[in-house]
């Protein structure tokens, strides 16, 4: 079984779900106690959070890629940066390591065309939403990604921060964004993209009028796979 190194923290309540997710799995398929072998460092989410506000990415991509060296050191196999938003900085993480950071965005965006989506809504935080990274990578895949309106983006970045990131999932907050994929739905979305590592708490992929793409529980995945690849070659031959 390989390491799975997680760049967590941020917020460590969807860490807490990466961390049960890619367990979880690892025992599914393997049974009896098995369990994934992970490394995790947590980052204190509060001095990200300031970097992304002053617009400072350079600086926290330097911040995470020497996280990322540091898993790889310690016997890290692949990394996962638990976090959508952070993405923007996967370049800088990758070419810190050796070894592959698996990227939540391609993944969802193979997700999305196994199942036959080409036009999805993404919910993320305004940074993700608004910043050309994720776009244009779906964009390479040949997806054509929504989003909200100024009001929605509005919504859902201070849904993420003020309200999932601490914990909190409130009813009023879930009506709300169900209306906003109600108007995408209406607009052409043929899906909908949890395109941040913390909207699962708050919605159900499931449960939406439109098909649902949770990029965490893909995500998760994605890593299991990879942990897991020697061993399901070894039993298939």
Same mark, same amino acid.
């Given at each position: 079984?390989?390491?799975?190194g997680l760049i967590g923290g941020m917020s460590f309540e969807s860490t807490t779900i990466y961390y049960q997710m890619i367990n979880e $799995?690892?025992?599914e398929r393997l049974g009896g106690l098995h369990s994934a072998e992970i490394l995790i460092h947590s980052v204190n989410f509060e001095s990200i959070v300031a970097l992304q506000k002053a =617009?400072?990415? *350079?600086?926290a991509g330097a911040r995470l890629a020497g996280v990322a060296a540091g898993l790889e050191t310690a016997g890290a196999d692949c990394i996962l940066?638990?976090?959508n938003t952070m993405h923007l900085v996967s370049e800088?993480?990758? $070419?810190?390591?050796?070894?592959?950071?698996?990227?939540i965005?391609?993944?969802? $965006?193979?997700?999305?065309?196994?199942? =036959?989506?080409?036009?999805?809504?993404?919910?993320a935080t305004r940074y993700t939403m608004e910043h050309g990274f994720y776009t244009e990578r779906m964009k390479a895949h040949g997806l054509?990604?929504?989003?909200? *309106?100024?009001? =929605?983006r509005t919504l859902m970045h201070d849904v993420i921060f003020g309200e999932l990131c601490q914990g909190k999932v409130h009813d009023l907050s879930r009506d709300r964004v169900m209306k906003v994929i109600e108007t995408a739905r209406a607009q052409g979305a043929d899906s909908v993209i949890l395109g941040c590592t913390e909207i699962c708490l708050l919605l159900d992929p499931d449960a939406l009028p439109l098909?649902?793409?949770d990029s965490t529980a893909i995500h998760a995945a994605a890593a299991v796979d990879f942990a897991l690849a020697d061993i399901a070659q070894h039993r298939a031959a």
């Open positions: 079984m390989k390491t799975i $799995a690892v025992r =617009g400072r990415w *350079d600086a940066i638990c976090t800088a993480v990758q $070419a810190a390591v050796k070894g592959p950071v698996i990227h965005v391609d993944e969802t $965006a193979r997700a999305l065309k196994a199942a =036959g989506r080409q036009r999805p809504l993404l919910l054509d990604v929504m989003v909200p *309106d100024a009001d =929605g098909p649902g793409f």
